[in-house]
């Protein structure tokens, strides 16, 4: 199967530029068939049966099975969330850290990771890297680290730049959570090593709205503190219980039958050879802006491509006139492209002809 063949199962490229899966991706006719076929079950077959509410389970088992290769896992490592911000709630939550431990960061992480961060006990230090290039990034974390560091809590990806944190150099210096928002989908990606690593399902993944996993690399070291009707294999009258084995122990909460079958859809129609089609393409979008703007992103990096702009609002706006899809940096001054193995050389043409006319 070729590329254009391929990308023809998106609907939405038959008329846009869709550089914007960093928000969220775009949806194939697999997934919406997907959706409608499993909205129509539900709708004709109520969903109140024994039968149904053990297919809705047993799609849950698919989806562990289907998410754990993408990310070098097994299925009893595979918790599902409906977003990376909810798999960094859970995670800050069970560690329950106090005023006396401090978590590391940096200055170029998504509030959905920042949010629990700071809501927890911990002091929080903050790693200075978003004015620095991507080499010396690593360098300015690890300076950062101290003897009551408890836990190193940064992206694979930044959200911002586009730049890949090394983060296999930093596995046994602390506990560590990897938001993989930006990584997972687009790049080949091992969570493996890490403590926790965050899975969104409606970016790269192209899956249905809130969708997404976390992996926890040791489920029986990470406390409950956020329990579901889903974490337990079985309780008592004073709310005592069993933790389900395995991270399916840490699910949040019961995710839509529609959802499950969506992403399943979705991952089962992910091509081969598609993170080498990303990083080819990415690396085309950043040659061609670099003839025309101030680009950000250093060569080399991941799918996301960020430029500096007058005013990124009216750039936003104006690529979407002409049908280029794209977002703005808020507060930064930039603006940044998406750019997925879906995306062909007419896509960057275009965005680059509406964004440096």
Known sequence: MSWEDARAQFPVLEHLAYLNAGSVGPLGRATGEAVEAQLAEDVAGGRGSKTRFERVVAMRAQLREAIG?????????????????????????????????????????????????????????????????????????????????????????????????????????????????????????????????????????????????LIVREPDALHVALPSYLSQAGYEPDGSFTRRPGA?????????????????????????????????????????????????TEPGQATLVTWRADDPAETVTRALDAGVVIREMPGLGWCRASVGWWTNDDDLERLVAAVAP
């Open 69 to 213: 290769p993408v990310v070098g896992v097994t299925p009893e490592h595979v918790a599902l969330t409906s977003s990376t911000s909810e798999a960094c709630r859970v995670v800050l939550a069970g560690l329950a850290l106090g005023p006396d431990d401090e978590i590391l960061t940096t200055d170029s992480e998504h509030f959905g990771l920042l949010g629990p961060v700071g809501a927890s006990n911990a002091r929080v230090r903050v790693a200075q890297v978003r004015e620095r290039p991507a080499a010396e990034a690593l360098d300015a974390v690890l300076a950062e680290i101290t003897p009551r560091t408890r836990l190193i809590a940064l992206s694979h990806v930044f959200w911002t730049t586009g730049h890949v944190l090394p983060v296999d150099e930093l596995v046994g210096r602390a506990p560590l959570l990897v938001d993989g928002a930006q990584s997972v989908g687009a790049m080949q990606v091992d969570a493996s090593p890490f403590d926790y690593y965050t899975v969104s399902g409606q970016k790269w993944l192209c899956g249905p709205d809130a969708t997404g996993a």
């Open 248 to 296: 399916a122990r840490f699910d949040p909460g019961w995710m839509p039958s529609t959802s499950l079958a969506g992403l399943l859809a979705a991952l089962a129609a992910a091509p081969e050879g598609r993170y080498e089609r990303a990083r080819e393409m990415a690396a085309r979008c950043r040659e061609l802006l670099a003839e025309r703007v101030d680009v950000v």
